[in-house]
């Protein structure tokens, strides 16, 4: 069964005209010069992607990459340049802090102008009215204007409303940063209620551990440019190590391959994985069993001494385990061929949950050749539940000491 898509995304692209007058008087003093003193700034290029209904996409990227303004053309609240972006469904956006609000309206004045410009009813709002002022907890507000809330509170009540309108598709910029730790846990529980129920969500967040928990897929935007699609733990390894590094890499093996015959990069890791029999995307180890890890890699010609490196990574692509074969003192083949290089762990000391595992394959100098974009994962699995990466060996016991009764 194909998923219906909500967002469909194509050739987008969004240019902003800065002005480089800064004062009134230069810009007096340089009247008719105005052209001169333009420029233009391409905040998205070239941006394609659907979104299939009931996903959960993480826009991702350092400062100023153009999360937001992606954000904001999916939701309609700015125009591409060119290029379309179509919607399915009703949509509920919280983009900007107070974006939808009036300041000098009460919360109340404002939970019905905002649920009804997000196509509520009249009736409907009355209905919704009391949930939405209970899940925002700033009931003893609602009657103040809105200029007066403090910025958690704003996210509050937009969240509120947002959540309490029935949308089938909701945007998410990094407001929600501003709630307060408790109020965030509530609207992370509220997303995953979302989730749950099959409706789509759209989010900015500098926060790993959000995407992690919450994406099943991320875009890493950088410049302005789309320069990853793919799952959480690829894309927050991308965003961690850089994409440059990448880019490099494959740079890197287009000029090797020009000195050779074949077009692919000269040195390619092929496969980093756990050896079991599992499915590719099943591969589980119990804590405390013993784990092989095989690294295979294909050499087109010679190559300078390698070093092959393995590293475990969390679900927010944060390495917690590197080994490469220089500390082991391994020599590693460098011809030309297919290798093999075997990683026999004893004991695996990792807590229970999801791991993932990537590779890197370097000279001795520390030039990386090939890296392992995409990891394979694997989970660990134990009888006793306990929170965190590592696992260890425990036996409690208790002591007390009795007290004298005393009188
Ligand atoms: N209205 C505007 N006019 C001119 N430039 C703009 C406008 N809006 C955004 N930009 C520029 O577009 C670029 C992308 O901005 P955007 O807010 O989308 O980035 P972002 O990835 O969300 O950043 P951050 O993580 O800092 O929120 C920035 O360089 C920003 O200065």
């Keep these: 069964m194909t998923v219906p898509t909500i967002v469909s995304v194509s050739d987008v692209s969004k240019r902003f005209t800065l002005h480089r007058h800064k004062s009134l008087k230069e810009r007096i003093v340089n009247r008719g010069t105005e052209r001169a003193h333009r420029e233009d700034f391409w905040a998205l290029r070239d941006i394609s992607f659907d979104i299939p209904s009931g996903s959960t996409l993480g826009l991702v990227g350092h400062n100023g990459s153009g999360k937001s303004t992606l954000l904001k053309v999916i939701g309609g609240i700015i125009e591409p340049s060119s290029g379309t972006v179509r919607r399915r469904g009703r949509m509920a956006a919280l983009l900007e802090l107070g974006a939808g609000f009036h300041p000098d309206l009460t919360g109340r004045e404002n939970v019905y102008l905002n649920a009804a410009i997000l196509g509520l009813t009249q009736k409907e709002i009355d209905r919704y009215f009391d949930a939405i002022v209970d899940f925002s907890g700033i009931e003893p507000f609602i009657d103040t204007q809105v200029k007066f809330y403090s910025s958690g509170m704003y996210v509050r009540l937009a969240f509120a409303v947002a959540v309490h309108v029935n949308p089938d598709l909701l945007l998410v910029d990094e407001v929600l940063a501003v709630g307060d730790e408790p109020f965030q846990a509530k609207c992370m529980d509220k997303i995953e209620e979302f989730q749950r129920e099959g409706r789509t969500i759209v989010v900015v967040s500098h926060s790993a551990a959000q995407v992690a928990r919450l ?193």
Excluded: W
């Excluded at 083949?333 to 807590?351: C, E, K, M, S, Y």
């Excluded at 595992?357 to 006793?384: C, I, K, P, Q, W």
């Design 215 to 407: 994406c099943d897929r991320v875009v890493v935007m950088n410049h302005g440019e789309m320069v990853f699609d793919g799952p959480p733990a690829d894309g927050l390894h991308v965003l961690r190590f850089g994409y440059d590094e990448q880019r490099r890499i494959d740079s890197l093996g287009e000029e090797l391959a020009l000195g050779s015959n074949s077009h692919q990069n000269p040195a390619m890791i092929t496969d980093v994985s756990i050896v079991s029999d599992q499915p590719a995307d099943k591969k589980s180890v119990a804590t405390g069993d013993d784990m092989r890890v095989s690294f295979s890699y294909e050499l087109t010609k010679s190559h300078p001494p390698l070093v092959a490196e393995i590293s475990i990574e969390t679900p927010e692509g944060e390495p917690i385990y590197r080994l490469n074969t220089a500390d082991t003192a391994t020599v590693i083949p460098d011809t030309a061929g297919q290798h093999v290089i075997d990683f026999a762990f004893a004991r695996v000391p990792l807590g229970v949950g999801e791991y993932s595992l990537r590779g890197n394959l370097e000279t001795r100098e520390g030039v990386s050749l090939d890296r392992s974009l995409s990891s394979s994962s694997f989970s660990v699995t134990g009888a006793v539940p306990s929170t965190g990466y590592l696992t260890m060996d425990v036996e409690v016991a208790t002591r007390s000491d009795t007290l004298n009764p005393t009188g």
